[in-house]
């Protein structure tokens, strides 16, 4: 198997509100914007994104995974500052994981968590 190209899908309750929210924080521009449907994209090596509106029924709770997109930044410090600066919504500040990731949560307006990561190799490596 070769893998040329990876997607995330979400569906999500307000697809312009989402698409904002990656373009307007995360650096992503629309791609395509079509039927209901947006696809962003990146210039680096991010996953496109496509957001889809929500089918009728709401999910049921029960059972359901959380969704988590991850992203390996550097210098997440300064893009903490900048996402404040912004007005983004940091469900979870800063800190540093005993195994020595860096991580930062926020969540878009539909719920999906979004996760900034930066690597700190552990001393003398």
Do not use: K
């Not at 359901?64 to 991850?70: F, G, L, M, R, T």
């Not at 005993?98 to 003398?124: C, F, K, M, N, Y």
Request: aromatic share 6%; hydrophobic share 45%.
């Amino acid at each position: 198997m070769n893998v040329t190209a990876t997607t995330v899908s979400l569906s999500v309750a307000d697809v312009p509100a989402a698409s904002r929210f990656f373009t307007t924080h995360l650096g992503f521009r629309e791609l395509v914007v079509a039927e209901g449907i947006v696809c962003l994209g990146r210039d680096d090596a991010a996953a496109d994104i496509v957001l889809l509106p929500q089918g009728g029924e709401p999910p049921s709770p029960e059972g359901q995974a959380e969704v988590i997109v991850s992203f390996t930044v550097s210098g997440i410090a300064a893009e903490q500052e900048r996402l404040r600066r912004e007005g983004a919504t940091i469900t979870e500040p800063l800190r540093l994981e005993p195994w020595g990731e860096w991580v930062l949560r926020l969540t878009d307006p539909s719920g999906v968590v979004i996760q900034l990561v930066e690597w700190q190799p552990p001393a003398g490596a």
